[in-house]
């Protein structure tokens, strides 16, 4: 209890503004005692208002009270310094770098437990006290402590900004109500605040929708590189196996070329040994002959002579050995020319094809797509350059300009048959594949171009509907006749409206789906978009009705 009272004692003779034994103690009129130094500071801050307040009670005093210094209450704490216990229980509410400090204190000061609002002060717990007994400061709103409350006060006015302007979306006070801001949409702060409320409350239901669906596109993820490595480690797998069946063909062809090489030499051979035989016998056969002859040459007897020339004189036929020639290391010069040209060609398939492989390694795209381009510098981030491919090209269409130009024609050109080739309606595919994503633009000349984009396996020839662009489920296209524009997938036409210009832009999104085209002018305006599945690389393709003369061309797109 004594320690108590001691307690009592010491908070007693303490200034409420330092929260310190009293230096110098002065009384003021409204009966409450402060350090001199700290209510004259206090005091110094308010002589602009020319009126002094007292922290505690807020009483106020005109003039400002002459300060004289109380020396019972400076004898009694002289009193308690001599007891020991001076020093003040060591305090941990001092306000710190992070912290809101009380505007009350000085000196060091605490950290704040209120802001007020009205006052536009922080206060620590000692100095709030006020607002929870004085009856009119319990009307003050009271938040938790804010560095920032001079920013409710207008700088133009020095107001308290109550309300706030919808025209301009800004707070105010009262007097920019009806000063700059006359007659502009204005409501009470608080209303303003009740609205807002609403819509963040909205925002906040839709932000936490957004974590519980990152939350689950977070717990998918995992399985998400489960499945790229699954995928790529089989991709790898397989790779490997066509590469080795690859060169296990190859191995098996080399062997067949190396065994008919060999078989031929050795027929070559025989036949060359064969023959040596007969002429290493003939030759021996001439020399006897021509011993014999030579024998009967000097002999006198002349009915000797002329009984044996006859047989002696003729000849067996003679081996015919006019077509020997050597040739060295020529024999099979032929074999080596025809598995260079196979090399060759093999390389220009692999060269051709490694383009096509690394493509598709480059195009995977295990995400969400990114979002479809907007504006035509976007769109030009996807362009690719296409060339028409002239083994696919109808014998009516002449193509130029690196064949990236076709024209439709009333003679037939001089092309080679191939299987790739229509043969019914006036249509080229590119030579290129498309996959990724693709944006290309197509430029005509005339009257019935149709942009189309089509699988690969779509029918050269036959009915209709099977090998024009448009009527079957293997192309989807872009049809400009008579001035009009109108889609067909699948032979069902769709009808489309939009700006008629001679130049299309075409943007593809394989693994999303998306086929858009647009019509190019000085703006880029949208005529009809495709949302569907692909399951084959597609190719660009054009499509001429039998007008001669009409022409269609790839642009170069920077």
């Not at 204190?105 to 007020?116: D, E």
């Not at 007994?133 to 920032?148: I, N, Q, T, Y």
């Not at 974590?211 to 089989?234: C, H, T």
């Amino acid at each position: 209890m004594a320690q108590k009272g001691v307690q009592l004692d010491r908070e007693t003779f303490s200034c409420s503004m330092c929260l310190d034994l009293l230096k110098d103690p002065v009384t003021i009129p409204c009966g409450h005692s402060y350090c001199m130094s700290c209510i004259k500071s206090f005091w110094d801050e308010e002589d602009k208002k020319k009126t002094h307040s007292c922290p505690q009670c807020r009483q106020t005093f005109t003039p400002r009270p002459v300060l004289v210094k109380n020396t019972m209450l400076a004898v009694l704490v002289e009193e308690l310094k001599k007891t020991g216990l001076q020093a003040a229980p060591a305090d941990h509410g001092y306000a710190g770098p992070e912290d809101v400090a009380c505007d009350f204190c000085t000196g060091r000061k605490l950290k704040a437990l209120k802001s007020c609002l009205v006052c536009l002060i922080s206060y620590c717990e000692k100095h709030l006290q006020p607002h929870y007994d004085v009856p009119p400061f319990k009307k003050h709103k009271l938040v938790e402590p804010s560095e920032k409350l001079q920013e409710n006060i207008c700088s133009r006015h020095d107001e308290v900004m109550k309300m706030f302007c919808r025209t301009d979306q800004q707070c105010i006070c009262y007097l920019c109500s009806v000063d700059e801001h006359k007659g502009h949409d204005t409501v009470s702060a608080a209303a303003e605040r009740t609205e807002r409320q609403s819509e963040l409350e909205v925002s906040r239901q839709n932000i936490q929708q957004r974590v519980q669906d990152r939350e689950k596109d977070v717990k998918l993820l995992p399985q998400e590189v489960e499945a790229i490595n699954r995928s790529a480690d089989k991709a790898v797998e397989d790779s490997e196996k066509i590469f080795t069946e690859l060169i296990r063909l190859i191995q098996k062809r080399s062997s067949d070329v190396k065994q008919q090489v060999r078989s031929k030499q050795e027929t070559e051979v025989s036949r060359v040994k064969e023959l040596q035989e007969k002429l290493q016998q003939e030759v021996t056969e001439l020399k006897r002959k021509d011993a014999e002859l030579k024998q009967l040459s000097h002999t006198e007897d002349h009915n000797h002579f002329l009984h044996n020339y006859p047989s002696l004189s003729r000849l067996s036929e003679s081996t015919d050995s006019s077509s020997i020639n050597i040739h060295p290391l020529r024999y099979f010069e032929d074999v080596t020319a025809a598995l260079s040209e196979v090399r060759d060609q093999l390389q220009d398939v692999l060269r051709e094809t490694w383009t096509n492989i690394s493509l598709r390694v480059t195009e995977v795209d295990v995400l969400l797509p990114q979002p479809e381009p907007k504006t035509r510098a976007e769109f030009l981030k996807y362009s690719r350059e296409i060339t028409l491919d002239p083994n696919t090209a109808h014998s009516k269409l002449l193509l130029s300009e690196g064949n990236r130009k076709a024209t439709k024609m009333s003679q037939h050109q001089s092309y080679s048959s191939h299987p790739d080739r229509f043969t019914y309606p006036f249509q080229v595919l590119s030579k290129e594949s498309l996959t990724g994503r693709c944006y290309w633009e197509v430029e005509w000349r005339g009257q019935g171009v149709d942009v189309a984009v089509a699988y690969k396996n779509i029918s050269r020839a036959g009915r209709l509907n099977e090998c024009v662009f448009g009527r079957n489920d293997k192309s989807w296209v872009l049809e400009f006749y008579q001035n009009s524009y109108n889609f067909w997938y699948n032979d069902v036409q769709t009808p489309v409206s939009g700006p008629q210009s001679s130049r299309v832009g075409v943007y593809l999104d394989h693994s999303a789906g998306i086929l858009s085209f647009y019509s190019i002018s000085e703006t880029m305006t949208l005529l009809h978009r495709v949302q569907t599945t692909f399951t084959q690389p597609l190719y660009a393709g054009l499509w001429f009705y039998s007008f001669s003369g009409n022409t269609a061309e790839f642009c170069k797109v920077k």
